[in-house]
């Protein structure tokens, strides 16, 4: 399979304007690689924008803070989200975390009479998961591999010395984010358009929507009432609400972002 590179990324994402938190990626190399953690961090940043996401990276305290709130609304404790209805976009929609569990540098050498040749190869496996925060379900949760190459050459005693390279970690850390953020759009991309009715005007009816919402002019929403909670008999956790179907709504217009 072939994947596209992170600059391409955007044209693949179709959903709405989200904010994806990113928490520090934790170092779980056996030799703890210096600067891996910190590496995978700032290029997920970048890859995440370039998917036509917005990316807010968390500090310690506020992802002890994100993970006691999930911890509560998976237990069924607190049941209202992260997100407040009239709030927006402005919250955190959705987060990711991860770790990086392997990381090696080889090298091959191919040597003719005249000529060799040294191709620097780093490999890197990258642990990871995407949650929705509102709900603290884990949507995605899976580990990948990345590869980097990079061949010098030169005649027999000239210009083929390697020396240490930082461009083949990040490389490497490159393609492995790279695969992953495109298997969380995919996943993205199925969740259907959720919102709010924010105020009921006569024929007109207000939602919580905008321009980040993406949705175009002509849109036709169904419009659900919540009814009683659906409780797990053996956990005792709510996992859902009946919902019962009341009408529909069209987009005509977006007031603002």
């Known amino acids: 399979m072939s994947w596209p590179a992170a600059g391409r990324l955007g044209s693949l994402y179709r959903g709405p304007d989200y904010n994806v938190a990113i928490l520090q990626f934790n170092n779980k190399t056996p030799s703890k690689v210096l600067g891996v953690g910190e590496a995978a961090t700032d290029i997920l940043r970048t890859i995440v924008k370039k998917s036509g996401l917005e990316p807010m990276v968390l500090t310690a305290g506020e992802m002890k803070e994100q993970e006691r709130l999930i911890e509560l609304q998976q237990t069924g404790a607190l049941k209202k989200g992260l997100k407040d209805a009239a709030a927006g976009f402005a919250p955190v929609d959705f987060r990711i975390s991860g770790a990086i569990t392997a990381y090696n540098e080889v090298e091959e050498s191919v040597n003719t009479i005249l000529t060799q040749s040294k191709t620097a190869i780093a490999r890197v496996q990258v642990d990871y998961a995407l949650v929705d925060v509102a709900t603290g379900q884990t949507l995605l949760s899976d580990s990948g591999l990345g590869e980097y190459r990079k061949k010098t050459g030169g005649l027999l005693g000239m210009g083929?010395?390697?020396?240490?390279?930082?461009?083949?970690?990040?490389?490497?850390?490159?393609?492995?984010?790279?695969?992953?953020?495109?298997?969380?759009?995919?996943?993205?991309?199925?969740?259907?358009?959720?919102?709010?009715?924010?105020?009921?005007?006569?024929?007109?009816?207000?939602?919580?929507?905008?321009?980040?919402?993406?949705?175009?002019?002509?849109?036709?929403?169904?419009?659900?009432?919540?009814?009683?909670?659906?409780?797990?008999?053996?956990?005792g956790r709510v996992i859902g609400r009946r919902e019962k179907k009341i009408g529909e709504i069209t987009i005509t217009t977006h007031q603002s972002e």
């Open 160 to 235: 083929s010395r390697s020396t240490a390279d930082p461009g083949l970690r990040d490389g490497a850390l490159r393609d492995a984010l790279t695969k992953a953020m495109t298997r969380m759009i995919e996943k993205l991309n199925t969740i259907p358009f959720r919102s709010r009715v924010l105020l009921v005007d006569g024929p007109n009816v207000v939602i919580r929507a905008g321009t980040k919402s993406r949705l175009e002019p002509g849109t036709v929403l169904g419009v659900y009432r919540n009814g009683a909670e659906l409780v797990d008999p053996d956990t």
